[in-house]
């Protein structure tokens, strides 16, 4: 049996995460993030995926579209695929997603892979519909729906398992998006578009995004009074995205950023809604310790690569493991149904060293140990 697998590259997608633009969607965001020194990583991200696939799964002859949005990634890695279609335009838009995500599917593929983010999944649900089986590849800066993996090396397990023939269900994956031009301005708003179908392979995809519940607003004070209590004037403290985050912001007067990257020293901010490239300049250059505090997202569990990709892979190596806490209530810890974090840097060899017990803060002065792991991928070596 030969697997049919359509390959589709939203080529911008996850520009924007890095140069703290809190999204890739439109030709402006992608202008300002290339002028801010920010690089596509989609490419990248499926080549890795694609050198991920077992050996065991040959079986597959690969369609895709000419260039960047798929030809390309296929011949890096020595696969020469059928090419059958390319975008109207330089750079590609998401009409020319939408346009050959249809001719894709018109050649009779058995599932399409397809890299990006919420917004790409958009695109790929106006084309596609709930016709034919979808696996998200994880590349952009905002991954809310239930469709992609939880990483490209999940993906390319995903593929493989399919490739070896082994039965898998299908289930309906929730898409969903968010308004970028409120999301800029801190207020969050999605907006549910319709399901898709995925493979339902254990543990490989991601949940949808699972948001804040009622009656946390005391344990998230508490949370933050603790991160206030150890503060050190003479150390940096990185605060990743979220209201978890933010509550310490709050608690302190000082007036942070919800969805973007904060610097505090001491108790005073530092810098506000930092990008990648600006925060390791200030890291590297620093002979102040650091702390990084990051939330987890609730539903999925990943604690890196969604929505915080300001806080890149060459930044987690610099501060160190040790120098990372999660901080996470207890029933944020309950919505993960007993999986690990994960850890998604674009980095797989920091991903892999990462892996083991986390300190995570859930309550006043009150810690735990929390597993991140790679626990679907050594289950399905």
Known sequence: MTLRVG?????WAGIGGPAGLKGSDGKDVVEQALARGANPQSQQRVQQALKSIPAIAIAIQWLTVAG???EDACRCVGIDPLVIGSANSQPST???TERLAKLLITHGIDVLLFAGGDGTARDIYRAVGSRTPVIGL?????MHSGVYAVSPNAAALAIATLARGEAVAVQHGEVRDIDEVAFRSGIVKTRFYGEMLVPAVDELLQGVKSPGQAGEEDVLLAIADTIVEQ???????VLGPGSTTMTICQQLGIEGTLLG????QGSSLLHADINEADLFSLLSQSAAPVMIFLTAIGGQGHIVGRGNQ???ARILRLVGRDRVCILASRQKL??????PFVIDSGDSQLDEAWAGPMRVICDYREQILYPLGRRWEAEHE
Do not use: E
């Open 7 to 11: 390959l589709l590259i939203n080529p």
């Open 68 to 70: 960047d949005m798929g």
């Open 94 to 96: 998401a009409a020319d």
């Open 138 to 142: 994880p590349a952009g800066v905002k």
């Open 231 to 237: 503060l050190d004037d003479d150390t940096l403290t």
């Open 261 to 264: 990257v904060d610097v505090l």
């Open 310 to 312: 300001q806080i890149s």
């Open 334 to 339: 309950a919505s993960l149904a007993g999986k």
